[in-house]
């Protein structure tokens, strides 16, 4: 009795795929269609296109995450993100406590603007107050020249007439002396005055405005540090910490996924690898896809998977697979890490 209920069953289970086959068979029969006909019609059913015979395989989503992070670790004081939510390029992500690379940056920019000051100082010369003063200097010793010029000449025409003694005309020659070069140089200092600095010195000065500069790129390189933005538009797939937390530093602290970085990871047997190229168009479908999207071919394994010990005989060459990577074309967000996929080549 048992027997004959099992093989009931089983005739009931062959008839209702008979049915579930008569309708496609019936059409590719009345279309004149024969077996490749048959296979595109199914494939138009399953969502994913025309494919050829035994040319559908099983894969998952895979993706590349980015992860942003800083090179510098410190508290992290804010978060502007969540999960799920999508950022576009630039968006802050995170920010660190900056006080002491604030502090760092303000002192650099202080350092800059007094090697700048020096460099100005010594290409300009001295100030014009202290100009002046020499000025007023050089004024007072021509005026006391043109006194002992005109006493010399009056102790010599009196020494002529025998009224004063040689010594007096002598002394009078002295500070006419004195007075004139006292001219020359106060004449001499204006020039200096107004001069540059040695060159030396302002190769110096030169080389400590290049330094402060450098210390203020890299203080403000290490304040950009601090902050969290994101590189491409992209969804926020997790954050990692919660303000508070001492974050290391190189530690990810938000988690993104570009949808460029979406990928198809499929499986394909030795005997149908031959048939599939970089650069290839493959249809992806999946449980509740609204319909199949387009992928291309990015990457196919040069080493097989799930290798048996012996993978030159005959009876275990049908259990090497390949893996192999394709990129959607178009909208893959319609696609989720992790979800189980079908995909067809399409028919070259």
Request: a positive charge.
């Amino acid at each position: 009795m048992k027997r004959v209920v099992v093989r009931v069953v089983v005739l009931a289970v062959l008839a209702g795929g008979a049915l579930a086959l008569w309708g496609p068979l019936r059409a590719a029969r009345d279309a004149g269609e024969g077996a490749g006909g048959l296979l595109e019609r199914i494939g138009g059913m399953l969502g994913i296109g025309a494919v050829e015979r035994g040319d559908v395989f099983s894969g998952y989503v895979e993706a590349e995450y980015v992860y942003v992070t800083s090179s510098i670790g410190g508290t992290l004081m804010r978060l502007d993100v969540e999960r799920g939510r999508q950022v576009e390029a630039g968006a802050p992500l995170f920010a660190l406590d900056v006080a002491s690379e604030q502090a760092a940056a303000e002192e650099a920019t202080a350092r800059l603007a007094q090697a700048e000051a020096q460099l100005d100082n010594l290409r300009t010369g001295r100030r014009q107050p202290e100009i002046d003063a020499i000025l007023a200097q050089r004024a007072q010793a021509e005026a006391a020249l043109r006194l002992s010029e005109a006493e010399f000449a009056r102790q010599t025409q009196l020494r002529a007439t025998g009224v004063v003694a040689q010594q007096r005309v002598d002394e009078a020659r002295a500070q006419r002396d004195r007075d004139r070069s006292r001219v020359t140089e106060l004449i001499a200092q204006i020039r200096v005055a107004r001069m540059e600095a040695r060159e030396d010195e302002i190769r110096a000065a030169e080389a400590a405005v290049s330094m402060a500069r450098a210390a203020l790129a890299q203080a403000e390189w290490r304040l950009g540090q601090k902050r969290g933005a994101a590189p491409v538009p992209a969804l926020v797939v997790d954050t990692l910490y919660r303000p508070g937390e001492m974050v290391q530093a190189g530690t990810p602290v938000v988690q993104l996924l570009p949808p460029a970085n979406i990928k198809i990871r499929f499986f394909v047997p030795q005997a149908a690898v031959a048939r599939i190229a970089v650069g290839q168009t493959v249809a992806v479908a999946c449980d509740g896809c609204p319909g199949p999207v387009a992928a291309t071919v990015r990457f196919i394994s040069p080493r097989a998977e799930f290798t048996p010990p012996v993978i030159y005989s005959r009876e275990q060459r049908a259990r090497m697979m390949f893996m192999v990577e394709a990129r959607p074309a178009a909208r893959p967000e319609a696609l989720r890490v992790g979800q189980p996929v079908d995909v067809a080549l399409a028919r070259r």
